[in-house]
């Protein structure tokens, strides 16, 4: 389910993001971006992540590659930009055929990818 709310866009990404999931809903900064497909698309990405992972141990595992990047690259950005989650759905957000032919767990190939910058 698709939603805008300004106030988890701002309370979950420090108002940086313009979309965020929590699921099993994505909430949008602003109702124009329901238009956006690539930007749907990386959060259904995620929203599939969260279900590989029972969705608990998705935003905890998020959440601690998070901090391991931030010790790693010293840089809130950097750190958000390597998490294999989110190298995943960067990779693939404007690819809309990719959610039908991804693996289970396809993040995993992205934990030691190049680095994003």
Do not use: C
């Not at 595992?61 to 950005?77: G, T, V």
């Amino acid at each position: 389910m698709i939603l805008v709310s300004r106030f988890w866009t701002k309370v979950f990404s420090w108002g940086k993001a313009d979309a965020i999931t929590i699921y099993p809903f994505i909430f949008l900064k602003k109702r124009i971006f329901k238009d956006n497909r690539q930007l749907i698309n990386h959060e259904q990405i995620h929203m599939r992540q969260a279900v590989e992972l029972l969705i608990i141990f998705f935003y905890i595992s998020y959440l601690i590659e998070f901090l391991f990047r931030y010790l790693q690259y010293r840089n809130f950005h950097q750190a958000y930009l390597n998490i294999s989650y989110e190298r995943e759905a960067y990779a693939n957000e404007a690819d809309f055929d990719y959610l039908s032919k991804r693996r289970f767990w396809a993040f995993l190939k992205y934990l030691k990818k190049q680095e994003l910058q």
